[in-house]
């Protein structure tokens, strides 16, 4: 415990997750199954386990919940990444350490089993340590990166500990090498994390634009086969006709089809304008910056929801009503989108004409499609 102390734990961080580390270094807790293996061999190893177990979780929830942290002094950037990388390497070791001693029998000693215990559990509070380490002002979006890697590890880790406590110690159980794997991998992607603001800016919207293109290719293959893609086409033996006219789309229905899609298409054309301009000239330099980073992340957040929501509505049977709504409220989503960009640094005056342009193309859709459903109203 002194050695993570004195590596990464500074006196604030201490005190915030020192109530998680004095509740694990009490006497151990014991619900009534626990008591009753107590008295068996192995007892108190499975009282370790389980309250390492208890720790992580109480962790984990601390991770989700905790703010992040306002801070003037100076971010040294490269001692934050190594840091980082050391805790997550010494996550996947003590996890091995831990999982092969109970690979086979005989089982470890209680007092080893403690040790273990305790070796994991300090390179996972060095681990949230670290990232309470992030201050604010290098992004909400790094930080919610960063965070939801560490909260991986943290829950593969414990998902690994339940599969030892549940699993009869005979052998190495498939079970548990793939939870093994699991913590692994989830300590590798360190590597893989963003290192500032605009790494994660532009991995969030990547993200985003790869809902809405599947969406959108999904939407085009359904109007080529003119069919409802969840059911089949039944037959009402009776009439001799298909059962569910409602899975086609009426001649109606087909005229909305266009500026919808066409509303969908300028989302992907919207949102892989965006990833070129924070690509090319994205900087999380300054404060400022990185706060406009930011907002496009959260605004660009918005758009795959609303297109899922659009589309939804647009395979049959159709409403009309529904459409013209959610339609609405994509275009406001990609108005807003196109009104922060426009206010953004990434987007320079030179090669601003885009903005200009998909709003057109926003309005043009709109219009129409209200137009077309005016009579549903």
């Known amino acids: 415990t002194d050695r993570y102390r004195k590596c990464v734990m500074p006196q604030q961080a201490f005190l915030f997750w020192r109530p998680l580390m004095s509740w694990s270094d009490s006497s151990p807790v014991m619900d009534g199954r626990l008591a009753t293996a107590a008295g068996g061999p192995g007892g108190e190893v499975v009282v370790v386990l389980q309250n390492l177990v208890q720790t992580l979780r109480l962790l984990l929830g601390r991770i989700r919940e905790e703010e992040a942290r306002e801070s003037n002094d100076v971010f040294n950037q490269q001692n934050f990444w190594d840091t980082l990388s050391q805790t997550f390497k010494a996550i996947s070791q003590e996890a091995t350490k831990l999982s092969l001693a109970f690979s086979k029998p005989p089982l470890p000693l209680a007092e080893d089993c403690q040790k273990l215990s305790e070796g994991l559990q300090n390179a996972v509070l060095a681990a949230a340590t670290v990232y309470y380490w992030l201050p604010k002002s290098q992004g909400m979006t790094l930080r919610k990166s960063i965070r939801d890697a560490i909260a991986e590890v943290v829950d593969g880790t414990i998902q690994l500990m339940e599969v030892i406590l549940n699993t009869p110690l005979q052998s190495l159980s498939q079970e548990q090498l793939m939870m093994t794997g699991g913590v692994w991998e989830a300590c590798e992607q360190v590597s893989r994390l963003p290192r500032d603001n605009q790494e994660a800016v532009l991995l969030v919207i990547t993200a985003y634009l790869g809902v809405v293109k599947d969406a959108l290719e999904e939407m085009e293959q359904a109007q080529a086969d003119n069919v409802n893609p969840f059911s089949d086409i039944l037959e009402d033996e009776e009439l001799g006709a298909p059962g569910n006219q409602d899975t086609y789309w009426s001649e109606a229905d087909q005229q909305l089809l266009a500026p ?83 206010a953004n640094h990434s987007c320079v005056e030179s090669e601003a004409s885009w903005i200009q342009f998909l709003s057109g193309v926003v309005d043009h859709n709109i219009d129409k499609i209200k137009s077309l459903t005016q009579s549903a109203l």
């Open 260 to 342: 919808c899609t066409g509303l969908m298409k300028a989302s992907k054309a919207c949102l892989k304008k965006v990833i070129a301009a924070v690509k090319a000239h994205g900087k999380a330099d300054t404060s400022e910056h990185v706060v406009q980073l930011d907002d496009l992340a959260d605004i660009t957040n918005e758009v795959s929801p609303s297109v899922d929501e659009l589309a939804l509505s647009m395979y049959p049977p159709m409403n009309h009503l529904a459409v013209r709504f959610n339609a609405a409220k994509l275009a406001s989503v990609l108005k807003k989108v196109l009104e922060i960009s426009a």
